[in-house]
Structures are given as structure tokens and as C-alpha cells.
């Protein structure tokens, strides 16, 4: 009683004497953390257990519980521990190659990660598919670009790498690159039937010529949409439309519309959805996009109908309700919104529709079920929660209790130092309190931390510039990210926002339209209006505000500056 009384003294920002207790104390104490829902406490003291040990399996182990609770400064320490035991491990280098990408130490982790590409039992290019899908789902979207970028130039003749740089560069708004890496890929690849498949089973033949078709068509599907994100928009719909024509599939139909949303034709994408909707096989798909685009255009009742429809067919029945519960919430039908997000019982969508809940009984006076709601979030996603602490600090502030959503991220900041979205919530919610200096000490801490991560660089220069703080330094700032990321919208909009600071309208209008024709959002609609206004434009600046208020109706920024441009009338 008396050990289990003292661990729970251990600070969460300070590491235990490894000196002071025998090595399985340490281990106890971390499994008791875990069960007790404290990360770092089990995360500090599995790394005082690895200190002193040579054997493998604790390193592992320790390595393990640093990773699962989201703490890669101790993921790293351990992981070299257990290199230095063990060298040749695998595991241990793609532990620590992991632990170095959420650190943004790309050098590090390319190197760790050449290892495992290099040595993989069943091949380089089986090793780099699986790395395809683990940085396909990591949030550092530019430091996994930055990654895919140095593998590649360690695999120069690898189709695998370039293919792989190619996914990574378009995630990270580059689709320039991204181009140029899925042609280079196309290239490299050996041309169809050159291997022997006559000594296999024709079963298994069969099966790889099946798998090797959907990558086919999948690198084909990424250089389109690549090409016309670039600016190379009507040759790939003319491909993808006459391939439709000479063989009219469910599959090239889809293939089609998913082209023309990235192209922004969401009218004729919409027209071939509804056809593809009328195919048994190929209905929840259709059924699903036709809903979400229709949701972003505002045509609220009309994705209702698809989603409902959707639920019909019994699949993405997630998305469904989510999607509907959002429409309620619209309609300002809380009560309804909650019976629907609480049919979600899995999916992408999960936390997010618990956040939505969440924020209905905060908004509607039962802040006690909220916080319940919000504790057993955490319980149940534990791999979620820093999302979880951001959001619940933003739901506090809207609501008033900026000092509770404080409290929140310092505690936030507190159990997953490393995290960067904490920070950046820290930051936001300081500048919504007011306590500007305070944000600018956060996000320059970032941006000194990750000096080549984008979001950082581009964090830290639109706030300058938002509050007319060293205008030149922020455009510098900005112009850094905008190198690296050419085609993200929040880029894009500070590019024109700097401008616009500096004096500059004629220049910021190009910038900020281009952002705003890739996310219609209300933050980058506010800034846009406001620009046209200033030259003039009016009604054009009505025009785009009334839009994005459709959407984003509870955008303070949104209100904000459409009431103060008019009280300038």
C-alpha cells in the first residue's frame, strides 16, 4: 500500500531516480499507471526501468508503453537503449524511426527507417507498401513528405519509394512533386507480365495479378488527381471520361467522379454519383459521397435524404448518423442531433461525435453530463487524447470559461509535452483570452523546435501577422511554409493575409482566392470578403460571406468582420 500511495507522488513532468528502487518497482508502478489512465507516469517509469537493463524484452516493453501513450521523447530514449542492445532488431529501429517522425527529427528517422527497408525479411518494396500505409494515417502529414522524400533519394531505382513519395507529397499539398515522383514510379515499374508466374499455383497468380491491377489503378487515379491539382485539369477528365465511355463500370464511373471533385466540378461529379447511386454494388459509395459533398454545399435537406437513404442499405452506417446528427444540429434540433450521434459506434467519426454531444450539453445547460461524457472520451480513446484536451478547451472557451479550457491544456500540455496539437490549442485559446504575447511565446517555441515543419513556420507568421506584429519576419515565415506546401489552403490564406497587413490588397486577392476555392471555410471566407471589400468589391464580399455562413454559421471570425466592414459602410 505504502509503494502504491508513493507512486502516485511521482510528478508527471519528472523522471523517477532509477537509483532509488529496484528495477521491477518500476514496472509495477507503470502497469499501475496505465491502469490508472496516466500516460506519462507509466511512460517515466517503464524509461527509469530500461536505464540499467540488457534484456530485450523490457526494452521492448518500455518502448511499447512510450509509444502507446503518445510520448515520443521517451519512445526515442528507450528505442536506443534497445538498439544498443540489440542492433539488429527491427522492431526496435522502426520504434525509434516512428518516435523521431512525431519529433520531426526526419533525419533520424529516415535513418532508422532505411534499416528497416533495407533488411525486411520479405523485401524492400513489401516493406515500403506497409510504410505507405503507416504514414497514410499519421497526422505530421509534412513530416512524413519530408520523409518519403529522403527515402526516396536513398531508393533511387525503387518504383515502391517514388510511389511512395508521391502519395506523401500530394497529403502534403504539393501535387507538382507529386506528379513528377508517380511518373518517375510509372517508369521504373517492370513492364506487365515480366515476372514467371508459371511456377506458382494459378490461384495465387491470379490473386497477385488481381492486387497488382488495384495498384495499378490507384498510382493511375493519384497521378490524375495529382495532374489537376497542379493545374493540368483537362486532359486527365478527358482520359478518365473516355475510359469510362469504351467500358462504363461502376468502378471507372467512381474513378470519374472523384476526378471532377478534385477538379471542383462538383455539379457534374454529382451527376455521376447519382448514376453510380442506381448500381446496387456500387449505391453506399455513391450514396455516401453524394451526401457529404451536398452536405459542404450547404444543401442540407438534400444530404439528409441521401443519408437516410444510406441507412437503408445498412453500411457506413457511422458516417450516416454522424452526418445526420451535423444536419440536426443545422435544423437547431439539438435533442434529435443527440439520439443520432448516439447510434455512432465506431469509425473516423467516433470522437468527433462524442466532442458534437459534448458541446450540445454544454451549450444547453448540462455541463455535468458533458464533463462525463468528455472523462470517459478520454478512458475509451486514450490514443485520441490530446484531440480530446484541445477540444474540450475550445468547448470551455466558446463557452465562456476561458480559464477552465486553460487549465485543461496546461494539464493537456502537461501529460503529452510533445504533442503538438496541445500547443497549438494552448496558443489559440491564450489569443482568444487576449493574451497575445502568451501565444506568440508558444508557437515561437514550436517553430523553433520543428525550424523545417510548415505548420509550424506558417502558425507562428499569421499570427504576427494577424496582430500587425513584424510584418516582414511573418511573410518570411509564411513564404517558408508556402515552398514546401504550395497547395494548402491555410497556407494559401496567410500568404494573402500578410499581403493584405502589409498593405498589399491587389496581391492578397489571388492568394486568398485560390484558398478559398479549396476550403470554403468561414476563417479564410472572412479574410477573402474582407479584401474584396477593400477594393471595392462589395457585393462580391456579401456574396462570399452569405455563402460560407451557410455552412460555418457559428464562425466568430465570419460575424465579426462582416459586421464591422458594414458599420465602415
Known amino acids: 500500500m505504502g509503494i502504491v500511495a508513493t507512486a502516485g507522488c511521482v510528478g508527471a513532468g519528472s523522471k523517477p531516480d532509477p537509483l532509488l528502487a529496484p528495477q521491477p518497482f518500476y514496472t509495477v508502478m507503470g502497469e499501475i499507471a496505465l491502469t490508472r489512465h496516466e500516460p506519462r507516469v507509466a511512460a517515466l517509469q517503464y524509461q527509469a526501468a530500461a536505464e540499467g537493463t540488457l534484456d530485450p524484452s523490457l526494452l521492448q516493453r518500455a518502448t511499447q508503453v512510450a509509444a502507446e501513450t503518445l510520448q515520443p521523447s521517451i519512445a526515442a530514449v528507450v528505442s536506443a537503449r534497445w538498439i544498443s542492445v540489440q542492433p539488429n532488431s527491427l522492431d526496435a529501429h522502426h520504434a525509434a524511426a516512428r518516435a523521431a517522425l512525431a519529433l520531426f527529427r526526419i533525419d533520424e528517422s529516415a535513418a532508422h527507417y532505411r534499416v528497416v527497408l533495407q533488411t525486411s525479411p520479405d523485401g524492400t518494396d513489401a516493406a515500403f507498401t506497409r510504410l505507405g500505409t503507416e504514414l497514410g494515417s499519421v497526422d505530421n502529414a509534412f513530416g512524413a513528405r519530408q520523409l518519403a522524400d529522403k527515402l526516396a533519394q536513398a531508393f533511387p531505382s525503387s518504383a515502391a519509394a517514388r510511389q511512395l513519395q508521391g502519395f506523401a507529397q500530394l497529403r502534403a499539398d504539393d501535387p507538382a512533386a507529386a506528379v513528377r515522383s508517380f511518373t518517375s514510379a510509372l517508369a521504373l515499374k517492370p513492364a506487365a507480365g515480366a515476372a514467371d508466374a508459371g511456377a506458382q499455383a494459378e490461384a495465387s497468380a491470379q490473386a497477385e495479378a488481381s492486387a497488382q491491377a488495384d495498384a495499378d489503378r490507384e498510382l493511375a487515379q493519384a497521378l ?19 475510359r469510362l465511355d469504351r467500358d462504363g463500370t461502376p468502378a471507372n464511373r467512381l474513378d470519374y467522379a472523384l476526378l471532377l471533385l478534385s477538379a471542383q466540378r462538383d455539379d457534374a461529379a454529382l451527376e455521376q454519383l447519382a448514376i453510380l447511386a442506381r448500381a446496387p454494388e456500387a449505391a453506399p459509395v455513391a450514396l455516401r459521397l453524394l451526401g457529404i459533398v451536398e452536405y459542404q454545399q ?68 448540462d455541463a455535468p453530463a458533458a464533463d462525463q461524457l468528455l472523462d470517459r472520451l478520454v478512458d475509451d480513446t486514450p490514443e485520441q487524447a490530446p484531440e480530446i484536451f484541445a ?31 496541445v500547443h497549438y490549442a494552448l496558443a489559440a485559446t491564450y489569443e482568444q483570452a487576449g493574451r ?55 497556407i494559401l490564406d496567410s500568404m494573402g493575409w500578410v499581403r493584405f497587413r ?64 458594414h458599420s465602415l459602410k
Do not use: C
Not at 490524375?224 to 473516355?242: K, M, Y
Not at 477540444?391 to 509535452?417: F, H, K, S, T
Not at 507562428?460 to 510584418?471: E, I, M, R, S, V
Open 502 to 565: 502589409q498593405g498589399n490588397a491587389e496581391q492578397a486577392l489571388p492568394y486568398l482566392s485560390e484558398a478559398y476555392a479549396d476550403d470554403r471555410g468561414g476563417d479564410i471566407a472572412a479574410h477573402l470578403g474582407e479584401v474584396q471589400w477593400t477594393l471595392g468589391h462589395q457585393d462580391e464580399a456579401d456574396r462570399i460571406w452569405s455563402a460560407a455562413a451557410i455552412v460555418d454559421p457559428d464562425n466568430r471570425l465570419l460575424k465579426s468582420t462582416r459586421q464591422r466592414m
Open 391 to 421: 477540444a474540450r478547451a475550445r468547448i470551455y472557451a466558446d463557452a465562456g470559461d476561458i480559464e477552465r479550457g486553460l487549465q485543461v491544456l496546461d494539464w493537456g500540455v502537461l501529460q503529452y509535452p510533445d504533442n503538438v496539437d
Open 224 to 242: 490524375a488527381r495529382a495532374r489537376i491539382s497542379a493545374g493540368d485539369v483537362e486532359a486527365p477528365l478527358a482520359e478518365f471520361q473516355a
Open 436 to 490: 497575445v504575447p502568451e501565444a506568440l511565446r508558444e508557437l515561437s517555441a514550436l517553430a523553433k523546435a520543428r525550424p523545417e515543419d510548415p505548420a509550424a513556420l506558417n502558425a507562428l507568421g499569421y499570427t504576427l501577422a494577424d496582430h500587425d506584429k513584424q510584418l516582414s519576419h511573418a511573410r518570411a515565415l509564411i513564404e517558408r511554409a508556402h515552398a514546401a506546401a504550395p497547395k494548402n489552403a491555410a
Open 298 to 365: 450547404g444543401k442540407f435537406d438534400a444530404a439528409g435524404m441521401r443519408f437516410t437513404e444510406l441507412l437503408r442499405t445498412g453500411k457506413f452506417l457511422d458516417d450516416a448518423f454522424y452526418y445526420l446528427g451535423l444536419i440536426a444540429e443545422k435544423h437547431d434540433d439539438p435533442e434529435r442531433a443527440l439520439r443520432l450521434y448516439a447510434q455512432v459506434q465506431t469509425g473516423e467519426y467516433f470522437v468527433s461525435t462524442l466532442l458534437r454531444a459534448a458541446t450540445i450539453l454544454q451549450n444547453h445547460g
